[in-house]
């Protein structure tokens, strides 16, 4: 089947999904309030860190990552930040900031679609938010 009737399928399959479901596909309560926070966390969006401390488990952000609703990136430590460390004769040593980072999620398009946010088209499924 050649690329341009897939793509055609799967727009016929999302608009019969927006059109039976009211623009929003089934998720369980805590994957819809996970990714109506990434959807609000703006551009960069949210530290993975930040969505455990709320309590989100890592099995939930993964069924998340997994299922295209959110993507994940790392960024380094900016270079000014200086993590130390106790070493085991007390002394304090600078790490390397390298080796550190922040894993940021942030919400795709098919996870605003799965939320109901953005209709088949891409378009903001509330015309208030066009």
Known sequence: MEL??????????????DTNMGG?????ADQRRA?????????????EAVLTTMGFT???????????FANRKVE????????????????VEPLDHSAIGI????ITET???ATG???WRGQPANPAMR
């Open 76 to 91: 380094p430590l900016s270079a000014d930040y200086s993590p130390m460390k106790i070493t085991e004769t007390r002394q």
């Open 4 to 17: 341009g009737k897939v793509a055609e399928r799967l727009r016929d399959r999302l608009h019969e999904l």
């Open 24 to 28: 929003a596909l089934p998720l369980t």
């Open 35 to 47: 990714l109506e926070i990434l959807a609000d966390a703006g551009t960069r969006g949210c530290p």
């Open 103 to 106: 894993a940021w999620m942030k």
């Open 58 to 68: 890592i099995e939930l952000l993964t069924q998340l990552l997994r299922a295209g």
């Open 111 to 113: 996870g605003k679609l």
């Open 117 to 119: 946010r953005i209709n």
